[in-house]
């Protein structure tokens, strides 16, 4: 069982920078890859990045590649996005999640709440 929750998000300007963080517990939260996805109003649930066990493989959304960086940082269980170069189109809620190391939101079995990210123009 792991339990996730985010951190960092709020409102910034077209060109901006966030870091959102993913607190994760359970003795089995280095065992999982974990994930960002996002869910814009009106819009489905969609990829993010994500980053394997060991924070060995990352992989990107063409969307946010070159301008996002995920990290983990198993001893504190902590997952990291930074976020850079932010776009309107990048506000949504974002979710951090853990599971197999996949783009699929099916292939994640362990969500935190969300916490949402506002980029003005």
């Known amino acids: 069982q792991v339990q996730l929750v985010e951190s960092g998000g709020g409102l910034v300007q077209r060109g901006g920078s966030l870091t959102l963080a993913c607190e994760g517990s359970?003795?089995?939260?280095?065992?999982?890859?974990m994930a960002w996805f996002r869910q814009a109003p009106g819009k489905e649930r969609e990829f993010v990045a994500a980053v394997s066990w060991n924070g060995g493989s990352t992989d990107y959304a063409d969307a946010v590649k070159g301008r996002f960086t995920i990290s983990r940082d198993n001893a504190r269980k902590i997952v990291v996005l930074q976020m850079n170069s932010l776009k309107p189109e990048d506000t949504a809620v974002y979710y951090c999640?853990?599971?197999?190391?996949?783009?699929?939101?099916?292939?994640?079995?362990?969500w935190g709440q969300g916490t949402q990210v506002t980029v003005s123009s």
């Open positions: 359970g003795r089995t939260f280095s065992s999982y890859a």
């Open positions: 999640a853990a599971g197999d190391y996949e783009d699929s939101e099916d292939e994640y079995d362990y």
